[in-house]
């Protein structure tokens, strides 16, 4: 009885916080000193059936670092990604890529001669520095930052065998292409609210329009778009990536990268990410929708048919813009998310990425009478006097 109480009361020894790595390491000492012996010719076995080989007695101390089984166990990741494979064209035959290297750089050319010329046309006739030509401007600086975001690593990745982007690089690329593409949404609203402004209140134009308010709202769009860009960056990168690391993309976008993280918090932080863009974008391209409908209905208001169709012939290029750029927009976001191949995929975001930029300054170089006119005034009496 004195026996049994003492061992009841035997006092426990104190945890440690080793003490997981130390049982695992006795486990496996036991299991590698240990050893079964057989029965010896005498015919006598020993006492105890084991025998210590000395050999065989671990010579270093236990590593601190859980084992890779444990460290998945509790949830522990050790692994990091410095880099990410980007799968995007890789699945092309081998003799179209060259094609599209041609075909995007031409196209990628267009688009920064079209915009520099549109800027440089602006800055030149002193007739358009107005607010609308103003915001075009604006408008152009955002689309020439977007692409220099993405197509000068779209294009050298057509021309490598092995198309990678570094972890840092990836999160700024994805930072650059959502502040200067939501940039560029704000900015398409506030030349919505400009036109609204000029056609349904012309009188108080030179007052909400002033040199003050054209510059608040543009750089309004220029804050929002880099908080967007910062929130959704800071979203994603905040993420653990430990499996593979191959964007099903040609540039660090969201949804790929998704794919790609690991963590029960995933699934709430894509939700969130995908609800703050969407609301951005419909937010604005409601505000744009309410600012033609009001501009439509005084439109109809004019008596004579001229005075409507040069009302309405400043807003064509804004809107024509308008549809094209929501309209990629909302086939690539808004798809039902069937089972499509990769280069469906590809093909699909290249329509947003690299299309629609291509044709932005096209449609108001061609659409706008009054840039037009003060494009061959700039451009092509200075290349050629004697024809002005």
Known sequence: MHLRHTIFHEPQATPRSTDSHHEHWVVEGLAMVCRVRAPSPSGKSSRAGFSLVPELLPTRPPSLSPHPGM????????????????????????????????????????????NLLIMATVWSERSLHTPMYLFLCALSISEILYTLTITPHLLADLLSSHCTIAFAACASQMFFSFTFGFTHSFL?????????????????????MSHQGFTCLVAWSWVGGSIMGLVVTTAIFHLTFCGPNEIHHFFCHVPPLVKLACGTDVPIVAQGVGLVCITALLGCFLLILLSYAFIVAAILKIPSAEGRHKAFSTCVSHLTVVVVHYGFASVIYLKPKAPQSLEGDTLMAITYTVLTPFLSPIIFSLRNKELKTAMKKTFLSRLYPQSS
């Open 188 to 208: 398409l609203t506030v030349m919505g609210y400009d036109r609204y402004v000029a056609i349904c209140h012309p009188l108080h134009y030179n007052v909400l």
């Open 71 to 114: 460290a998945a166990t509790l949830g522990l990741n050790h692994s990091s990604v410095s880099e990410f494979i980007l799968v995007g064209f890789s699945t092309f035959p081998p003799h179209i890529l060259p094609v599209f290297f041609l075909l995007f750089l031409l196209m990628y050319l267009f688009t920064l001669l079209g």
